[in-house]
Protein backbone atom coordinates (compact mmCIF):
# COMPACT_ATOMS: atom_id res chain seq x y z
CA UNK A 1 0.00 0.00 0.00
CA UNK A 2 2.82 2.78 0.50
CA UNK A 3 4.64 1.42 -2.10
CA UNK A 4 1.13 2.62 -4.37
CA UNK A 5 1.35 5.57 -2.38
CA UNK A 6 4.66 6.30 -2.92
CA UNK A 7 4.53 5.96 -6.80
CA UNK A 8 1.49 7.57 -6.82
CA UNK A 9 2.92 10.34 -4.91
CA UNK A 10 5.78 10.89 -7.83
CA UNK A 11 3.48 10.47 -10.31
CA UNK A 12 1.62 13.83 -9.39
CA UNK A 13 4.76 15.74 -8.17
CA UNK A 14 6.06 15.53 -11.44
CA UNK A 15 7.32 18.87 -13.08
CA UNK A 16 4.61 18.24 -16.27
CA UNK A 17 2.05 17.48 -13.87
CA UNK A 18 2.21 20.25 -11.49
CA UNK A 19 2.47 22.61 -14.72
CA UNK A 20 -0.61 21.01 -16.40
CA UNK A 21 -2.17 21.51 -13.25
CA UNK A 22 -1.55 24.98 -12.68
CA UNK A 23 -2.46 25.41 -16.35
CA UNK A 24 -6.07 23.68 -16.01
CA UNK A 25 -6.47 25.73 -12.69
CA UNK A 26 -5.74 29.35 -14.78
CA UNK A 27 -8.86 27.84 -17.64
CA UNK A 28 -11.44 25.98 -15.20
CA UNK A 29 -11.46 29.68 -12.78
CA UNK A 30 -12.00 31.11 -16.51
CA UNK A 31 -14.58 29.42 -18.31
CA UNK A 32 -16.63 28.95 -14.58
CA UNK A 33 -16.37 32.54 -13.82
CA UNK A 34 -17.87 33.66 -17.39
CA UNK A 35 -20.96 33.03 -17.89
CA UNK A 36 -22.53 31.00 -20.32
CA UNK A 37 -19.11 28.26 -20.48
CA UNK A 38 -19.69 25.57 -17.98
CA UNK A 39 -17.59 23.04 -16.40
CA UNK A 40 -18.96 19.95 -19.13
CA UNK A 41 -17.84 22.44 -21.46
CA UNK A 42 -14.29 22.95 -20.06
CA UNK A 43 -14.05 19.17 -19.82
CA UNK A 44 -15.42 18.62 -23.74
CA UNK A 45 -12.56 21.35 -25.00
CA UNK A 46 -10.17 19.52 -22.50
CA UNK A 47 -10.61 16.22 -24.15
CA UNK A 48 -8.71 16.95 -27.45
CA UNK A 49 -5.75 18.09 -25.85
CA UNK A 50 -5.56 15.60 -22.80
CA UNK A 51 -5.73 13.16 -25.58
CA UNK A 52 -1.70 13.89 -26.31
CA UNK A 53 -1.18 13.42 -23.02
CA UNK A 54 0.48 10.29 -20.59
CA UNK A 55 -2.98 8.88 -18.47
CA UNK A 56 -2.18 10.76 -14.95
CA UNK A 57 -1.69 14.79 -16.39
CA UNK A 58 -5.11 14.16 -18.80
CA UNK A 59 -7.19 13.07 -15.85
CA UNK A 60 -5.55 15.64 -13.78
CA UNK A 61 -6.28 18.64 -16.09
CA UNK A 62 -9.64 17.35 -15.81
CA UNK A 63 -10.16 17.26 -11.77
CA UNK A 64 -8.68 20.57 -11.66
CA UNK A 65 -10.33 22.66 -14.34
CA UNK A 66 -13.86 21.00 -13.12
CA UNK A 67 -13.51 22.00 -9.56
CA UNK A 68 -12.01 25.11 -9.96
CA UNK A 69 -14.90 25.78 -12.68
CA UNK A 70 -17.81 24.96 -10.04
CA UNK A 71 -16.29 27.36 -7.42
CA UNK A 72 -15.76 30.07 -9.93
CA UNK A 73 -18.74 29.92 -10.87
CA UNK A 74 -19.88 31.73 -7.84
CA UNK A 75 -18.17 34.50 -9.09
CA UNK A 76 -20.65 35.91 -11.10
CA UNK A 77 -23.46 35.13 -9.61
CA UNK A 78 -22.17 38.01 -6.56
CA UNK A 79 -21.29 40.42 -9.66
CA UNK A 80 -23.79 40.22 -12.17
CA UNK A 81 -26.55 38.20 -10.98
CA UNK A 82 -25.80 35.38 -13.64
CA UNK A 83 -24.19 32.10 -12.54
CA UNK A 84 -21.10 31.14 -13.75
CA UNK A 85 -22.08 27.50 -14.36
CA UNK A 86 -25.59 26.06 -13.89
CA UNK A 87 -24.23 24.94 -10.46
CA UNK A 88 -24.42 28.14 -9.49
CA UNK A 89 -27.39 28.90 -10.57
CA UNK A 90 -29.50 27.56 -6.80
CA UNK A 91 -28.40 30.52 -5.01
CA UNK A 92 -27.55 33.20 -7.84
CA UNK A 93 -30.12 35.55 -6.10
CA UNK A 94 -29.61 34.95 -2.94
CA UNK A 95 -25.42 35.63 -3.45
CA UNK A 96 -26.45 38.88 -5.37
CA UNK A 97 -28.30 40.07 -3.11
CA UNK A 98 -25.82 39.89 -0.47
CA UNK A 99 -23.94 42.33 -2.78
CA UNK A 100 -26.42 44.59 -2.86
CA UNK A 101 -26.35 44.58 0.64
CA UNK A 102 -23.05 45.39 0.33
CA UNK A 103 -21.70 41.98 1.51
CA UNK A 104 -20.22 40.92 -1.82
CA UNK A 105 -17.48 40.01 0.10
CA UNK A 106 -18.80 37.57 2.44
CA UNK A 107 -20.50 36.07 -0.59
CA UNK A 108 -17.70 35.44 -1.99
CA UNK A 109 -15.53 34.54 0.40
CA UNK A 110 -18.41 31.88 1.43
CA UNK A 111 -18.55 30.29 -2.06
CA UNK A 112 -14.97 29.95 -2.03
CA UNK A 113 -14.26 28.57 1.49
CA UNK A 114 -17.34 26.16 1.22
CA UNK A 115 -16.37 25.00 -1.91
CA UNK A 116 -12.84 23.79 -0.84
CA UNK A 117 -14.30 22.36 2.46
CA UNK A 118 -17.00 20.39 0.43
CA UNK A 119 -14.69 19.45 -2.52
CA UNK A 120 -12.72 18.27 0.19
CA UNK A 121 -15.32 16.18 2.04
CA UNK A 122 -16.71 14.52 -1.26
CA UNK A 123 -13.15 13.35 -1.44
CA UNK A 124 -12.80 12.01 1.50
CA UNK A 125 -15.91 9.60 0.86
CA UNK A 126 -14.18 8.89 -3.05
CA UNK A 127 -11.00 8.15 -1.29
CA UNK A 128 -12.97 5.65 1.50
CA UNK A 129 -15.73 4.49 -0.56
CA UNK A 130 -14.21 3.40 -4.06
CA UNK A 131 -11.72 0.93 -3.14
CA UNK A 132 -13.79 -0.83 -0.68
CA UNK A 133 -17.07 -0.90 -3.23
CA UNK A 134 -15.09 -2.18 -5.92
CA UNK A 135 -14.06 -5.57 -3.66
CA UNK A 136 -18.13 -6.28 -3.77
CA UNK A 137 -17.96 -5.24 -7.36
CA UNK A 138 -15.57 -7.97 -8.31
CA UNK A 139 -18.09 -10.55 -7.12
CA UNK A 140 -20.48 -9.00 -9.88
CA UNK A 141 -22.13 -10.56 -12.85
CA UNK A 142 -23.98 -9.64 -15.70
CA UNK A 143 -27.17 -9.68 -13.71
CA UNK A 144 -26.00 -7.07 -11.68
CA UNK A 145 -24.59 -4.85 -14.22
CA UNK A 146 -28.23 -4.91 -15.84
CA UNK A 147 -29.54 -3.80 -13.07
CA UNK A 148 -26.97 -0.80 -12.16
CA UNK A 149 -26.85 0.38 -15.53
CA UNK A 150 -31.15 0.28 -16.01
CA UNK A 151 -30.92 2.42 -12.17
CA UNK A 152 -28.96 4.50 -13.13
CA UNK A 153 -30.31 5.56 -16.04
CA UNK A 154 -33.80 5.62 -14.71
CA UNK A 155 -31.68 7.91 -11.90
CA UNK A 156 -30.91 10.27 -14.37
CA UNK A 157 -34.13 10.48 -16.07
CA UNK A 158 -36.14 11.32 -12.36
CA UNK A 159 -33.62 13.81 -10.85
CA UNK A 160 -33.37 15.84 -14.02
CA UNK A 161 -35.73 19.65 -13.28
CA UNK A 162 -38.67 19.82 -15.44
CA UNK A 163 -40.86 16.63 -17.03
CA UNK A 164 -39.67 13.55 -16.53
CA UNK A 165 -41.37 12.40 -19.68
CA UNK A 166 -39.04 14.62 -21.99
CA UNK A 167 -36.22 13.27 -19.85
CA UNK A 168 -36.76 9.57 -21.19
CA UNK A 169 -37.55 10.82 -24.63
CA UNK A 170 -33.39 12.57 -24.00
CA UNK A 171 -32.36 8.92 -22.71
CA UNK A 172 -34.14 6.94 -25.67
CA UNK A 173 -32.30 9.39 -28.12
CA UNK A 174 -28.94 8.27 -26.66
CA UNK A 175 -29.35 4.82 -26.42
CA UNK A 176 -30.31 5.05 -29.90
CA UNK A 177 -27.45 6.88 -30.89
CA UNK A 178 -25.50 4.36 -28.26
CA UNK A 179 -26.59 1.42 -30.80
CA UNK A 180 -25.44 2.60 -34.17
CA UNK A 181 -22.21 1.09 -35.60
CA UNK A 182 -20.80 -2.50 -35.36
CA UNK A 183 -20.55 -2.66 -31.56
CA UNK A 184 -23.10 -4.68 -30.17
CA UNK A 185 -23.40 -8.04 -28.96
CA UNK A 186 -23.83 -9.51 -32.23
CA UNK A 187 -21.04 -7.27 -34.38
CA UNK A 188 -24.13 -6.58 -37.14
CA UNK A 189 -23.62 -3.42 -38.89
CA UNK A 190 -26.61 -1.11 -37.66
CA UNK A 191 -27.87 2.35 -38.88
CA UNK A 192 -24.70 2.76 -40.79
CA UNK A 193 -27.06 3.22 -44.57
CA UNK A 194 -23.89 2.06 -46.27
CA UNK A 195 -21.30 4.94 -45.34
CA UNK A 196 -18.36 3.91 -43.84
CA UNK A 197 -17.93 6.96 -41.50
CA UNK A 198 -20.97 5.63 -40.05
CA UNK A 199 -19.91 1.68 -39.91
CA UNK A 200 -17.48 1.89 -36.76
CA UNK A 201 -20.61 4.07 -34.42
CA UNK A 202 -20.49 7.27 -33.79
CA UNK A 203 -17.32 8.57 -32.05
CA UNK A 204 -18.61 10.09 -28.36
CA UNK A 205 -16.60 13.00 -28.08
CA UNK A 206 -17.46 15.57 -31.20
CA UNK A 207 -21.30 14.73 -30.01
CA UNK A 208 -20.22 15.97 -26.52
CA UNK A 209 -18.35 19.17 -28.07
CA UNK A 210 -21.62 19.86 -30.07
CA UNK A 211 -24.10 19.36 -27.28
CA UNK A 212 -21.98 20.70 -24.27
CA UNK A 213 -20.09 23.48 -26.42
CA UNK A 214 -21.40 24.37 -29.36
CA UNK A 215 -25.07 24.42 -28.32
CA UNK A 216 -24.40 26.59 -25.25
CA UNK A 217 -22.58 28.73 -27.49
CA UNK A 218 -25.40 29.22 -30.06
CA UNK A 219 -27.42 30.27 -26.37
CA UNK A 220 -24.91 33.11 -25.75
CA UNK A 221 -25.07 34.79 -29.14
CA UNK A 222 -29.23 34.88 -29.16
CA UNK A 223 -28.12 37.09 -25.86
CA UNK A 224 -25.85 38.53 -26.94
CA UNK A 225 -27.51 42.03 -26.79
CA UNK A 226 -28.01 41.64 -22.98
CA UNK A 227 -25.62 43.55 -21.34
CA UNK A 228 -23.58 42.21 -18.30
CA UNK A 229 -23.89 44.95 -15.29
CA UNK A 230 -21.77 44.48 -12.76
CA UNK A 231 -22.49 45.49 -9.24
CA UNK A 232 -20.08 47.78 -7.16
CA UNK A 233 -18.50 46.27 -4.18
CA UNK A 234 -15.47 46.57 -2.21
CA UNK A 235 -13.37 43.59 -1.91
CA UNK A 236 -10.72 43.16 0.40
CA UNK A 237 -9.78 39.99 2.54
CA UNK A 238 -12.53 37.45 1.66
CA UNK A 239 -11.55 34.64 4.34
CA UNK A 240 -12.50 37.12 6.98
CA UNK A 241 -15.20 35.58 9.12
CA UNK A 242 -15.46 32.45 7.00
CA UNK A 243 -13.85 30.33 10.72
CA UNK A 244 -16.48 31.85 12.11
CA UNK A 245 -19.20 30.48 10.03
CA UNK A 246 -17.78 27.27 10.10
CA UNK A 247 -18.40 27.25 13.65
CA UNK A 248 -22.10 28.47 13.34
CA UNK A 249 -23.10 26.38 10.61
CA UNK A 250 -21.50 23.25 10.90
CA UNK A 251 -24.23 20.66 10.48
CA UNK A 252 -25.34 22.90 7.24
CA UNK A 253 -22.12 22.27 5.90
CA UNK A 254 -21.98 18.63 6.97
CA UNK A 255 -25.42 18.48 5.43
CA UNK A 256 -24.47 19.54 2.42
CA UNK A 257 -21.54 18.21 1.10
CA UNK A 258 -23.17 14.97 2.13
CA UNK A 259 -25.90 15.25 0.01
CA UNK A 260 -23.75 16.97 -3.04
CA UNK A 261 -21.42 13.32 -2.75
CA UNK A 262 -24.98 10.99 -2.84
CA UNK A 263 -26.50 13.41 -5.94
CA UNK A 264 -22.92 13.67 -7.28
CA UNK A 265 -22.50 9.67 -6.92
CA UNK A 266 -25.92 8.91 -8.65
CA UNK A 267 -26.21 8.38 -11.90
CA UNK A 268 -27.35 11.13 -14.43
CA UNK A 269 -27.37 14.13 -11.71
CA UNK A 270 -24.28 16.33 -10.77
CA UNK A 271 -23.22 19.29 -8.93
CA UNK A 272 -25.96 21.65 -10.40
CA UNK A 273 -29.13 19.15 -9.56
CA UNK A 274 -26.83 18.75 -5.92
CA UNK A 275 -26.68 22.87 -5.25
CA UNK A 276 -30.25 23.12 -5.75
CA UNK A 277 -31.64 20.14 -3.81
CA UNK A 278 -29.45 21.39 -1.10
CA UNK A 279 -30.27 25.20 -1.00
CA UNK A 280 -34.17 23.81 -0.80
CA UNK A 281 -32.96 21.41 2.32
CA UNK A 282 -31.25 24.14 3.97
CA UNK A 283 -34.50 26.65 3.29
CA UNK A 284 -36.38 23.73 4.97
CA UNK A 285 -35.01 22.54 8.17
CA UNK A 286 -33.39 26.17 8.73
CA UNK A 287 -33.97 27.81 12.04
CA UNK A 288 -34.85 31.57 9.75
CA UNK A 289 -36.18 30.40 6.88
CA UNK A 290 -37.64 33.62 6.14
CA UNK A 291 -34.66 35.02 5.50
CA UNK A 292 -33.55 33.03 1.93
CA UNK A 293 -34.17 35.06 -0.88
CA UNK A 294 -33.42 38.46 1.02
CA UNK A 295 -29.12 37.70 1.22
CA UNK A 296 -28.89 35.04 3.52
CA UNK A 297 -25.65 33.34 3.80
CA UNK A 298 -27.12 30.00 5.10
CA UNK A 299 -28.05 28.23 2.12
CA UNK A 300 -24.90 30.04 -0.12
CA UNK A 301 -22.91 28.06 2.48
CA UNK A 302 -25.17 24.37 2.17
CA UNK A 303 -24.87 24.90 -1.72
CA UNK A 304 -21.94 25.98 -2.38
CA UNK A 305 -20.35 22.88 -0.40
CA UNK A 306 -22.96 20.59 -2.10
CA UNK A 307 -22.06 21.59 -5.72
CA UNK A 308 -18.24 20.88 -5.35
CA UNK A 309 -18.47 17.38 -2.82
CA UNK A 310 -20.92 16.31 -6.08
CA UNK A 311 -18.35 16.37 -8.10
CA UNK A 312 -15.68 13.96 -6.47
CA UNK A 313 -19.07 11.99 -5.64
CA UNK A 314 -19.63 11.50 -9.75
CA UNK A 315 -16.23 10.04 -9.95
CA UNK A 316 -17.69 6.85 -6.94
CA UNK A 317 -19.64 5.01 -9.67
CA UNK A 318 -17.48 6.03 -12.77
CA UNK A 319 -14.31 4.77 -11.42
CA UNK A 320 -16.20 1.35 -9.69
CA UNK A 321 -18.56 0.49 -12.71
CA UNK A 322 -18.23 2.81 -15.49
CA UNK A 323 -21.44 4.28 -15.08
CA UNK A 324 -21.16 7.92 -14.55
CA UNK A 325 -22.44 9.77 -11.94
CA UNK A 326 -22.41 12.97 -13.99
CA UNK A 327 -22.06 14.12 -17.47
CA UNK A 328 -18.40 15.37 -16.71
CA UNK A 329 -17.66 11.94 -15.63
CA UNK A 330 -19.73 11.11 -18.76
CA UNK A 331 -17.26 12.47 -20.72
CA UNK A 332 -13.98 11.41 -18.22
CA UNK A 333 -14.91 7.66 -18.88
CA UNK A 334 -14.40 7.83 -22.25
CA UNK A 335 -10.73 9.52 -21.74
CA UNK A 336 -10.66 6.65 -19.24
CA UNK A 337 -10.89 4.48 -21.69
CA UNK A 338 -8.67 5.56 -24.34
CA UNK A 339 -5.58 6.14 -21.90
CA UNK A 340 -5.85 2.26 -21.52
CA UNK A 341 -7.25 2.57 -17.23
CA UNK A 342 -10.87 1.02 -18.09
CA UNK A 343 -13.10 1.66 -15.27
CA UNK A 344 -14.31 -1.04 -13.58
CA UNK A 345 -13.86 -2.94 -9.90
CA UNK A 346 -10.06 -3.80 -10.97
CA UNK A 347 -8.34 -0.70 -11.57
CA UNK A 348 -7.71 -0.36 -8.42
CA UNK A 349 -5.67 -3.95 -8.89
CA UNK A 350 -4.55 -3.33 -12.54
CA UNK A 351 -3.85 0.71 -12.12
CA UNK A 352 -3.83 1.44 -8.83
CA UNK A 353 -0.53 3.96 -8.98
CA UNK A 354 -2.32 5.81 -11.34
CA UNK A 355 -6.22 5.63 -9.31
CA UNK A 356 -3.80 7.01 -6.28
CA UNK A 357 -2.16 9.75 -8.19
CA UNK A 358 -6.03 10.76 -9.12
CA UNK A 359 -7.04 11.06 -5.52
CA UNK A 360 -4.10 12.63 -4.85
CA UNK A 361 -5.08 15.00 -7.69
CA UNK A 362 -7.98 15.84 -6.18
CA UNK A 363 -6.98 16.51 -2.54
CA UNK A 364 -4.34 19.29 -4.65
CA UNK A 365 -7.20 20.73 -6.65
CA UNK A 366 -9.51 20.95 -3.39
CA UNK A 367 -6.20 23.20 -1.27
CA UNK A 368 -5.13 25.17 -5.07
CA UNK A 369 -8.39 26.89 -4.99
CA UNK A 370 -7.97 28.75 -2.21
CA UNK A 371 -4.90 30.61 -3.47
CA UNK A 372 -5.98 30.62 -7.14
CA UNK A 373 -9.62 31.19 -5.77
CA UNK A 374 -8.39 34.64 -4.11
CA UNK A 375 -6.47 35.63 -7.26
CA UNK A 376 -9.71 34.99 -9.46
CA UNK A 377 -12.10 37.01 -6.94
CA UNK A 378 -9.31 39.87 -7.47
CA UNK A 379 -9.35 39.80 -10.96
CA UNK A 380 -13.16 38.76 -11.56
CA UNK A 381 -13.22 42.51 -13.01
CA UNK A 382 -10.93 42.11 -15.30
CA UNK A 383 -12.47 38.64 -16.43
CA UNK A 384 -15.65 39.50 -16.45
CA UNK A 385 -14.90 42.27 -18.96
CA UNK A 386 -13.65 39.62 -21.46
CA UNK A 387 -15.11 40.44 -25.27
CA UNK A 388 -17.76 38.07 -25.83
CA UNK A 389 -17.86 38.82 -29.11
CA UNK A 390 -14.41 38.25 -29.39
CA UNK A 391 -14.31 35.13 -27.10
CA UNK A 392 -17.27 33.21 -28.74
CA UNK A 393 -15.86 33.17 -32.42
CA UNK A 394 -12.70 31.85 -30.79
CA UNK A 395 -13.67 28.96 -29.00
CA UNK A 396 -15.77 27.81 -31.96
CA UNK A 397 -12.62 27.62 -33.51
CA UNK A 398 -11.52 25.58 -30.85
CA UNK A 399 -13.97 23.29 -31.13
CA UNK A 400 -13.47 22.81 -34.67
CA UNK A 401 -10.47 21.98 -34.37
CA UNK A 402 -10.85 19.99 -31.32
CA UNK A 403 -13.23 17.61 -33.03
CA UNK A 404 -11.71 17.02 -35.83
CA UNK A 405 -8.14 16.24 -34.16
CA UNK A 406 -10.44 12.93 -32.39
CA UNK A 407 -10.44 11.15 -35.81
CA UNK A 408 -8.50 13.24 -37.74
CA UNK A 409 -11.65 13.44 -39.81
CA UNK A 410 -14.15 16.06 -40.84
CA UNK A 411 -16.87 14.05 -40.22
CA UNK A 412 -16.04 15.09 -36.46
CA UNK A 413 -17.02 18.38 -37.48
CA UNK A 414 -20.26 17.58 -38.97
CA UNK A 415 -21.05 15.67 -36.04
CA UNK A 416 -20.18 18.48 -33.52
CA UNK A 417 -22.37 20.51 -36.31
CA UNK A 418 -25.32 18.53 -35.90
CA UNK A 419 -25.38 17.46 -32.28
CA UNK A 420 -24.78 21.26 -31.45
CA UNK A 421 -27.92 22.14 -33.12
CA UNK A 422 -29.64 19.02 -31.67
CA UNK A 423 -28.84 20.15 -28.09
CA UNK A 424 -29.66 23.45 -28.50
CA UNK A 425 -33.29 22.84 -29.60
CA UNK A 426 -33.70 20.14 -26.68
CA UNK A 427 -32.33 22.37 -23.93
CA UNK A 428 -34.68 25.35 -25.22
CA UNK A 429 -37.69 23.00 -25.36
CA UNK A 430 -37.17 21.39 -21.74
CA UNK A 431 -35.40 18.49 -22.82
CA UNK A 432 -32.79 17.68 -20.45
CA UNK A 433 -29.12 16.84 -22.07
CA UNK A 434 -27.64 14.67 -19.30
CA UNK A 435 -29.66 11.32 -19.65
CA UNK A 436 -28.75 11.81 -23.89
CA UNK A 437 -25.11 11.85 -23.12
CA UNK A 438 -25.58 8.89 -20.27
CA UNK A 439 -27.73 6.80 -22.88
CA UNK A 440 -24.60 7.34 -25.24
CA UNK A 441 -21.87 6.19 -23.19
CA UNK A 442 -23.87 3.21 -21.28
CA UNK A 443 -26.17 1.81 -24.17
CA UNK A 444 -23.72 -0.25 -25.12
CA UNK A 445 -23.27 -1.99 -21.58
CA UNK A 446 -26.65 -2.41 -20.90
CA UNK A 447 -27.14 -4.22 -24.04
CA UNK A 448 -24.45 -6.52 -23.67
CA UNK A 449 -25.28 -7.11 -20.20
CA UNK A 450 -28.80 -8.11 -20.87
CA UNK A 451 -28.70 -10.05 -23.76
CA UNK A 452 -25.34 -12.17 -22.19
CA UNK A 453 -27.97 -12.56 -19.00
CA UNK A 454 -30.58 -13.41 -21.63
CA UNK A 455 -28.71 -15.89 -22.72
CA UNK A 456 -27.32 -17.31 -19.57
CA UNK A 457 -30.72 -17.74 -17.87
CA UNK A 458 -31.79 -19.19 -21.24
CA UNK A 459 -35.05 -16.22 -21.70
CA UNK A 460 -36.26 -16.73 -18.33
CA UNK A 461 -36.90 -12.70 -16.45
CA UNK A 462 -36.72 -14.66 -13.23
CA UNK A 463 -33.09 -15.43 -13.87
CA UNK A 464 -32.38 -11.38 -13.46
CA UNK A 465 -33.85 -11.84 -9.41
CA UNK A 466 -32.50 -14.63 -8.41
CA UNK A 467 -28.81 -13.57 -7.52
CA UNK A 468 -29.07 -11.67 -4.07
CA UNK A 469 -27.50 -8.62 -4.88
CA UNK A 470 -29.32 -8.70 -8.50
CA UNK A 471 -32.54 -9.56 -7.11
CA UNK A 472 -32.07 -6.36 -4.38
CA UNK A 473 -31.04 -4.00 -7.15
CA UNK A 474 -33.60 -5.12 -9.24
CA UNK A 475 -36.42 -4.66 -6.46
CA UNK A 476 -34.71 -0.88 -6.04
CA UNK A 477 -35.02 -0.18 -9.94
CA UNK A 478 -38.14 -1.32 -10.09
CA UNK A 479 -39.44 0.96 -6.98
CA UNK A 480 -37.61 3.85 -8.54
CA UNK A 481 -39.55 3.17 -11.87
CA UNK A 482 -42.75 2.68 -10.33
CA UNK A 483 -43.39 4.95 -6.86
CA UNK A 484 -43.34 8.30 -8.60
CA UNK A 485 -45.86 7.10 -11.26
CA UNK A 486 -48.17 5.95 -8.96
CA UNK A 487 -47.90 8.85 -6.48
CA UNK A 488 -48.79 11.03 -9.43
CA UNK A 489 -51.42 8.87 -10.18
CA UNK A 490 -52.78 8.87 -6.91
CA UNK A 491 -52.56 12.91 -6.21
CA UNK A 492 -54.66 13.23 -9.38
CA UNK B 1 -29.93 -12.95 -37.55
CA UNK B 2 -31.39 -17.07 -37.80
CA UNK B 3 -30.87 -19.17 -34.36
CA UNK B 4 -30.86 -16.28 -32.12
CA UNK B 5 -33.74 -15.09 -30.15
CA UNK B 6 -32.19 -11.36 -29.13
CA UNK B 7 -30.42 -10.80 -32.27
CA UNK B 8 -29.19 -7.44 -33.09
CA UNK B 9 -32.61 -6.08 -33.71
CA UNK B 10 -33.64 -6.76 -30.50
CA UNK B 11 -32.72 -3.50 -28.57
CA UNK B 12 -33.57 -0.48 -31.08
CA UNK B 13 -36.52 -2.03 -31.78
CA UNK B 14 -37.20 -1.62 -27.66
CA UNK B 15 -35.97 1.70 -28.05
CA UNK B 16 -38.27 2.48 -30.91
CA UNK B 17 -40.96 1.19 -29.25
CA UNK B 18 -40.13 3.57 -26.14
CA UNK B 19 -39.82 6.53 -28.35
CA UNK B 20 -43.51 5.86 -29.99
CA UNK B 21 -45.16 5.60 -26.57
CA UNK B 22 -43.25 8.96 -25.04
CA UNK B 23 -44.07 10.66 -28.39
CA UNK B 24 -47.80 10.02 -27.93
CA UNK B 25 -47.91 11.16 -24.47
CA UNK B 26 -45.89 14.48 -25.15
CA UNK B 27 -48.34 14.82 -28.44
CA UNK B 28 -51.30 14.43 -25.82
CA UNK B 29 -50.14 16.90 -23.28
CA UNK B 30 -49.02 19.29 -25.93
CA UNK B 31 -52.91 19.25 -27.20
CA UNK B 32 -54.44 19.86 -23.65
CA UNK B 33 -52.16 22.85 -23.22
CA UNK B 34 -53.67 24.44 -26.16
CA UNK B 35 -50.00 26.36 -27.33
CA UNK B 36 -48.81 27.26 -30.41
CA UNK B 37 -47.23 24.69 -32.52
CA UNK B 38 -44.47 26.46 -33.45
CA UNK B 39 -43.16 29.72 -31.69
CA UNK B 40 -39.97 31.81 -32.82
CA UNK B 41 -37.68 32.31 -29.61
CA UNK B 42 -37.05 36.09 -28.39
CA UNK B 43 -33.67 36.30 -30.25
CA UNK B 44 -35.35 36.41 -33.61
CA UNK B 45 -36.40 39.84 -32.84
CA UNK B 46 -32.49 41.02 -32.55
CA UNK B 47 -30.32 41.87 -35.24
CA UNK B 48 -26.89 41.27 -33.82
CA UNK B 49 -28.20 37.82 -32.58
CA UNK B 50 -29.94 36.81 -35.95
CA UNK B 51 -26.89 37.46 -37.92
CA UNK B 52 -24.53 35.96 -35.51
CA UNK B 53 -26.25 33.28 -35.19
CA UNK B 54 -26.67 32.27 -39.05
CA UNK B 55 -22.68 33.29 -39.79
CA UNK B 56 -22.15 30.47 -37.10
CA UNK B 57 -24.44 27.91 -38.15
CA UNK B 58 -23.37 28.78 -41.73
CA UNK B 59 -19.79 29.09 -41.24
CA UNK B 60 -19.51 25.66 -39.46
CA UNK B 61 -21.09 24.09 -42.94
CA UNK B 62 -18.37 26.37 -44.61
CA UNK B 63 -15.62 24.88 -42.81
CA UNK B 64 -16.54 21.49 -43.56
CA UNK B 65 -17.61 21.88 -47.57
CA UNK B 66 -13.53 24.15 -47.56
CA UNK B 67 -11.59 23.33 -45.53
CA UNK B 68 -10.10 20.70 -47.09
CA UNK B 69 -9.86 22.41 -50.53
CA UNK B 70 -9.06 25.79 -49.04
CA UNK B 71 -6.62 24.65 -46.13
CA UNK B 72 -7.09 25.42 -42.23
CA UNK B 73 -5.40 28.10 -42.58
CA UNK B 74 -7.46 30.07 -44.74
CA UNK B 75 -10.80 28.91 -43.71
CA UNK B 76 -10.02 29.81 -39.86
CA UNK B 77 -8.94 33.33 -40.81
CA UNK B 78 -11.99 34.03 -42.82
CA UNK B 79 -14.13 32.59 -40.19
CA UNK B 80 -13.38 34.22 -37.51
CA UNK B 81 -13.29 37.94 -38.96
CA UNK B 82 -16.97 37.45 -40.59
CA UNK B 83 -18.08 36.09 -36.59
CA UNK B 84 -15.86 38.56 -34.97
CA UNK B 85 -17.00 41.25 -36.81
CA UNK B 86 -20.48 40.70 -37.13
CA UNK B 87 -20.77 39.95 -33.39
CA UNK B 88 -19.63 43.37 -32.82
CA UNK B 89 -16.33 44.04 -32.62
CA UNK B 90 -14.02 46.98 -34.65
CA UNK B 91 -12.16 46.15 -37.81
CA UNK B 92 -8.75 46.44 -35.98
CA UNK B 93 -9.53 43.70 -33.04
CA UNK B 94 -11.16 41.55 -35.59
CA UNK B 95 -8.54 41.00 -38.00
CA UNK B 96 -5.69 41.05 -34.82
CA UNK B 97 -7.62 38.11 -33.20
CA UNK B 98 -8.63 36.41 -36.38
CA UNK B 99 -5.05 35.84 -37.29
CA UNK B 100 -3.87 35.60 -33.65
CA UNK B 101 -6.02 32.77 -33.04
CA UNK B 102 -5.38 31.06 -36.16
CA UNK B 103 -1.89 31.18 -35.32
CA UNK B 104 -2.25 29.77 -31.55
CA UNK B 105 -3.87 26.77 -32.66
CA UNK B 106 -1.36 26.33 -35.53
CA UNK B 107 1.59 26.31 -33.00
CA UNK B 108 -0.52 24.42 -30.24
CA UNK B 109 -2.37 21.98 -32.55
CA UNK B 110 -0.70 21.16 -35.39
CA UNK B 111 2.85 22.05 -34.04
CA UNK B 112 2.83 20.69 -30.88
CA UNK B 113 0.24 17.81 -30.63
CA UNK B 114 0.40 16.69 -34.25
CA UNK B 115 -2.88 17.07 -35.53
CA UNK B 116 -2.68 16.98 -39.06
CA UNK B 117 -4.62 20.00 -40.45
CA UNK B 118 -4.68 20.70 -43.87
CA UNK B 119 -2.99 23.17 -45.81
CA UNK B 120 -4.60 23.44 -49.26
CA UNK B 121 -4.27 26.05 -51.56
CA UNK B 122 -0.70 26.61 -49.19
CA UNK B 123 0.62 23.28 -49.13
CA UNK B 124 3.43 24.55 -51.28
CA UNK B 125 4.40 27.15 -48.02
CA UNK B 126 3.59 24.34 -45.50
CA UNK B 127 5.73 25.45 -42.33
Known amino acids: MSGVLAQAFWLVFDPYVLWVIFASAIFGLFVGAVPGLTATMATALLVPVTFFMPPVPAIASIVTATAMAIFAGDIPSCLLRMPGTPASAAYTDEAYALTKKGQGELALGAGLWFSILGGLFGTAVLIAAAPSLAEIALKFSSFEYFWLVVLG ?5 FLAIGNPLKGVVSLLLGLLIASQGLDNPAGFPRFTFGIAELAGGLTLIPIMIGM ?9 VSRIDQPWEMAQTKIGNVLHGMWGLTLRYPWQLLRGSAVGTAIGALPGAGADIAAWMSYAISKRFSKEPDKFGTGHIEGIIEAGASNNSALAGAWIPALVFGIPGDSITAIVIGVLYIKGLNPGPTIFMNNAPAIYAVFLVFILANLLMLPFGIAAIKAAKQMLRAPREVLLPVIVLFCIVGSF ?38 GAMLEENFISSMIKADGRVLAFFERPIAGALGLLTIAVLTVPVLRRLLRS | MPGQKFGPAWFPGLIAVGLAICGALLIGSGMRQRRPWLAAPEWIRSPRARSGIGALLGGLVFYVLAADALGFHITAIVLLAVWIRLLGASWRVTLCVAVLATLVIHLSFYKLLRVPLPWGLLERWAF
Open chain 1, 212 to 220: FAVSEILRS
Open chain 1, 153 to 157: LASAV
Open chain 1, 405 to 442: AINNSLFGVVLMLAFGVVGYFMEENGFPIAPAILGMVL
